[in-house]
């Protein structure tokens, strides 16, 4: 998280010096600034131990465009939260739907005002730093409000104490959305985003006891926590899972399996008497997954202690 009084860092790209000297000079005085002027050195800075804190990128760029550079951004979990501004020539409503499809956060078009451009800039550095120290500070995933990967961190192992010393059998469903990859490249990660939080409120509305409890784990995954169930009540909850999804009959036109998005889902249970480390149980759940995929997608595959 930064220092509250430290520069916020702007990585401008464009292939134009005379643009990136606009620019800079522009908000030179506010922000640190980073430059690049091709596609492929503006992913090396984003990837940096110095991440920016907000991007301005051109779109007409010679080899890598600036499209090209968003979604690659947008398809890797350590930039996929940087917000993105595209300021470019292009100035037609389907090219600013079109980016800001891909998970841009704004569009300006040029030639632009000075004034709108450090408006919208510093409207969208302060967000970014709003969520950056939200989520740094709090256990709810900044996209989908749902309990994040360090909350079930915190709770898997509490959880998981209680069940040895209390002799509680405890499932774990690790959940991953199928061909989440194609959703993406063919709807935008705008789509992407919004695809997940309605996956992942459906998760959670689905669970009926206030102690069963939904997760993000990481990007397209989830994860579910089943205290005190039976192996049929386990797979009941994986299967109500699975239909709440098809429920939500969210177009997918490039999936191999329905013309909607489906889940698959990897079950793990442990039953009361068995002494299954916390770390074993996970891997079960992960590799109960892999074979929900294997077998076809859109099911539920369970592995249970012997």
């Avoid at 301005?56 to 760029?61: A, F, G, P, R, S």
């Avoid at 994860?223 to 005190?228: F, G, H, I």
Wanted: glycine share 4%; hydrophobic share 35%.
């Amino acid at each position: 998280m930064k220092i509250p009084d430290s520069k916020a860092t702007i990585l401008i790209v464009d292939d134009a010096a005379t643009n990136i000297a606009l620019l800079s000079s522009l908000l030179q005085d506010t922000y640190k600034i980073k430059v690049a002027k091709n596609g492929p050195k503006a992913l090396e800075i984003a990837r940096s131990a110095e991440k920016p804190d907000l991007i301005l990128l051109d779109v007409e760029m010679p080899g890598m465009d600036g499209y090209e550079v968003c979604e690659k951004l947008k398809s890797s979990s350590l930039t996929n939260n940087i917000p993105i501004i595209f300021v470019t020539a292009r100035n037609d409503v389907k090219d600013e739907e079109y980016g800001l499809n891909l998970g841009a956060v704004d569009y300006i078009s040029k030639p632009f005002h000075p004034t709108i451009v450090n408006i919208r800039v510093k409207n969208h550095i302060a967000l970014k730093l709003k969520s950056d120290w939200l989520e740094e500070l709090s256990m709810i995933d900044g996209l989908t409000h749902i309990p994040n990967r360090r909350y079930f961190d915190e709770t898997y192992e509490k959880k998981y104490k209680e069940t040895l010393r209390d002799k509680k059998t405890f499932a774990v469903l690790m959940i991953d959305v199928d061909y989440f990859k194609s959703y993406n490249d063919h709807y935008g990660h705008g789509k992407g985003d919004e695809c997940l939080t309605h996956i992942a409120s459906s998760l959670q509305n689905t669970l009926q006891r206030p102690n069963d409890m939904a997760f993000r784990y990481g990007g397209e995954e989830f994860v579910v926590l089943l205290q005190n169930i039976d192996r049929e009540g386990a797979k009941k909850v994986a299967a109500n899972l699975i239909e709440s999804v098809h429920s939500l009959n969210i177009t997918h036109e490039y999936s191999s399996l329905q013309p909607y998005v489906t889940i698959s889902v990897g079950i793990a249970f442990k039953d009361h008497d068995c002494m299954i480390d916390k770390e074993a149980l996970i891997k079960m759940a992960d590799d109960a997954l892999y074979d929900a995929k294997e077998h076809g997608r859109d099911r539920y595959v369970e592995h249970f202690t012997e």
